[in-house]
């Protein structure tokens, strides 16, 4: 039996928001039904509602600008090394980090983005290995590489003024030479940039490939200064 | 095949789901793994950016409040006790995240405007039409009301801003919204009802083309 429609417009209109979410009692809606039956001006305010939540429902999601998650992900790293006080630990986290890169697409579409780690403790443990993470990731034979010969040799000072931790973004061209340098992360002294510029410039890399051929990339480097 | 364990919390009229893969899943981060956090942040990444956006009408603004996010995820995993979904508990954390910044620029008596020009930053990742091949009129007409609903959230208060985000453009259910902002079902029914008829007064114009 249907409720009487014993209820103000003031009152349907209140009970018109859960309704159109099929969220309002089964006495409210019958009594709005009721209501509506015979009531014009509410009947055009309902379908007003329907037509506001259609319109939101149908705006597309703002994407997020592309380098949103590795600027997420460097800023993640940086508070979990900063977390794994302990030497060992850290190097374990660190290990971890150099051999789990993360791939995601780079801006310009013409390769990936590999967020890659090095270790400095006398040495710098350099390693990439290709790992998509997403779907939508370009298939990438070979990641861009750094070997540890050419990077050694600029390793022998300076490396006390890193402080905790660097994160350097570098652009490496087809040619395997780096051709732009952007600390994201860290500390970013006049004397960390030379120190970076000195280290990075003069590197080969072994450029990233994409179907054997090589392309521009660039790669995420932190440096981590573990004490001994 | 996922396993979900319902449980209703009297006080707060507010049903939760544990899911099981969730429970691992926070097992995970909490052990601190590098993969969890890369997924973590792939997951969630687009969603809470696009609820920072519409929220705070600012790319920058909204990458920012990103960031924040994520590492408040990070400092606070330890602590979560997996008495409410990780969705729930994330958003949870984004919203107030999102309504401090909000405060805090109204403080300031800081507006956000929305140019009809804006392209969401001028970053090329603003509006995008669902038809592959929209008509340029079409394209104008999804931009204007972009643009409008945008304004629109713009003139609510934080608290109703927020509900309307979650509900009626990231389409979170009354019981989600509940658990998300810490109130009961009751109170998301009646603060959703005065947000839509405010939104709903700032649209009209574009609710009478509106096809149904």
């Known amino acids: ?228 | 095949m996922r396993r979900e364990l319902a449980y209703y919390d009297l006080e707060r009229g507010v049903a939760t789901l544990v899911d099981e893969q969730d429970a691992a899943f926070v097992r995970r981060l909490q052990a601190n793994e590098d993969t969890a956090y890369d997924e973590l942040v792939r997951t969630y990444n687009a969603s809470i950016y696009h609820v920072a956006f519409r929220m705070l009408g600012d790319t920058a603004e909204a990458s920012d409040a990103v960031q924040d996010i994520f590492l408040k995820v990070f400092r606070n995993i330890g602590s979560f006790r997996g008495d409410s979904a990780l969705k729930t508990w994330i958003f949870r954390i984004g919203i107030s995240e999102i309504l401090n910044r909000l405060r805090w620029w109204n403080r300031r008596h800081r507006s956000s405007t929305v140019s009809m020009d804006d392209d969401h930053g001028g970053n090329g990742n603003g509006i995008h039409i669902r038809d592959s091949a929209p008509s340029p009129q079409q394209r104008l007409e999804t931009k204007e009301q972009d643009a409008a609903i945008q304004q629109a959230l713009g003139r609510l208060s934080g608290d109703h801003r927020s509900i309307v985000v979650l509900r009626d453009i990231e389409g979170f259910s009354y019981i989600e919204i509940a658990d998300v902002l810490g109130i009961s079902v009751g109170t998301v029914k009646s603060r959703l009802a005065r947000a839509r008829a405010d939104m709903k007064k700032s649209l009209i114009r574009y609710l009478s083309i509106q096809r149904v």
């Open chain 1, 1 to 228: 039996m249907k409720a009487a429609s014993n209820i103000q417009c003031s009152k349907a209109q209140k009970l018109m928001s859960p309704y159109i979410d099929s969220m309002a009692e089964p006495e409210e809606s019958e009594r709005l039904e009721s209501h509506l039956e015979t009531c014009e001006p509410c009947r055009r305010q309902l379908q007003s509602y329907i037509s506001m939540r259609s319109m939101m429902a149908s705006i597309e999601p703002v994407r997020p600008p592309a380098d949103l998650v590795l600027d997420t992900r460097v800023q993640l790293s940086h508070a979990r090394s900063i977390r794994n006080g302990g030497r060992f630990d850290r190097l374990e986290a660190l290990l971890i980090n150099v051999l789990k890169p993360v791939a995601i697409p780079a801006v310009s579409g013409i390769a990936i983005t590999v967020l890659s780690f090095g270790v400095l403790f006398g040495h710098l443990a350099l390693n990439v290995s290709a790992e998509s993470l997403q779907s939508d990731v370009q298939i990438v034979e070979e990641p861009v590489r750094a070997t540890d010969q050419t990077l050694l040799t600029g390793m022998g000072n300076g490396g006390s003024d890193l402080g905790e931790t660097v994160s350097v973004q570098a652009d490496v061209a087809d040619t395997g030479r780096v051709y732009g340098i952007t600390i994201i992360g860290g500390a970013k002294s006049p004397a960390v940039k030379r120190w970076i510029n000195n280290l990075l410039y003069p590197a080969q890399f072994l450029p990233a490939t994409r179907l054997g051929k090589p392309v521009n990339s660039r790669t995420i480097l932190t440096f981590v200064n573990v004490r001994s």
